[in-house]
């Protein structure tokens, strides 16, 4: 069983930045593979990021692909998501998510997931 509680959500002007933290609890952190992903207002829940339980592997969804970093520290049992060149359509409400093995993109995947931070980026 993994607990997740994501903090670092806010208000930030386009271009601004945002570090997401995701806390875990539980044990065998290395063993789960962790995602980001978001739910803008009126859409579905999207795949973000998603990194390996090494930490070696990443992937990212297109629109995000030189912008954000997925990040974990297995020693502190927390995955990061830095977001840089925010855009108003990058608006939504953010997860983070886990899951035993390989990661995957997409949401039915994944076990565990955080209540979410709400990120809001004015144009």
């Known amino acids: 069983q993994v607990q997740l509680v994501e903090s670092g959500g806010g208000l930030v002007q386009t271009g601004g930045s945002l570090r997401l933290s995701c806390a875990a609890s539980?044990?065998?952190?290395?063993?789960?593979?962790l995602g980001w992903f978001r739910r803008a207002p009126g859409k579905a829940r999207e795949f973000v990021a998603a990194t390996s339980g090494s930490g070696s592997n990443t992937e990212y969804i297109a629109s995000v692909k030189g912008r954000f970093t997925i990040s974990r520290d297995n020693a502190k049992n927390t995955v990061y998501l830095q977001m840089n060149s925010l855009k108003p359509e990058d608006t939504a409400l953010y997860y983070c998510a886990a899951k035993v093995g390989s990661y995957v993109t997409y949401v039915a995947a994944y076990d565990y997931w955080g209540q979410g931070t709400q990120v809001t980026v004015s144009s």
């Open positions: 539980g044990r065998a952190f290395g063993l789960y593979a």
